[in-house]
């Protein structure tokens, strides 16, 4: 279980390639939940997903990682560009598909 008092980790990752339309946010979100990550995931309209995932728990989000790299089973995953972002603990308590 995560430790609400612990620092809290933010990433934001771009994923390219068949990512639309193959149920890939259904996919992260079912992992994000599994793995008590919280944030988002949303299409860009150049047909990649970003995702949003913040945690105290740094396996977890080494995990949900793999998860991004291999996709659900119609996704055929190009590129997963990664960048550490600066979050506060409690702003984000679940995680959302937009």
């Not at 279980?1 to 620092?7: E, H, S, V």
């Not at 949303?42 to 913040?54: C, I, K, W, Y």
């Not at 995953?77 to 600066?86: G, N, T």
């Amino acid at each position: 279980m995560t430790d609400l008092a612990a620092p809290v980790a933010g990433f934001k990752y771009l994923i390219r390639g068949k990512v639309q339309g193959v149920g890939f946010r259904w996919f992260v979100a079912r992992n994000a939940t599994r793995l008590r990550v919280m944030g988002y995931a949303r299409n860009h309209h150049d047909g990649s997903v970003e995702v949003l995932a913040v945690t105290a728990d740094l396996v977890a989000l080494a995990e949900l990682e793999r998860c991004l790299h291999r996709g659900p089973e119609f996704a055929k995953v190009e590129s997963v560009d990664k960048s550490e972002i600066s979050v506060e603990a409690g702003q984000h308590k679940t995680f959302d598909i937009m």
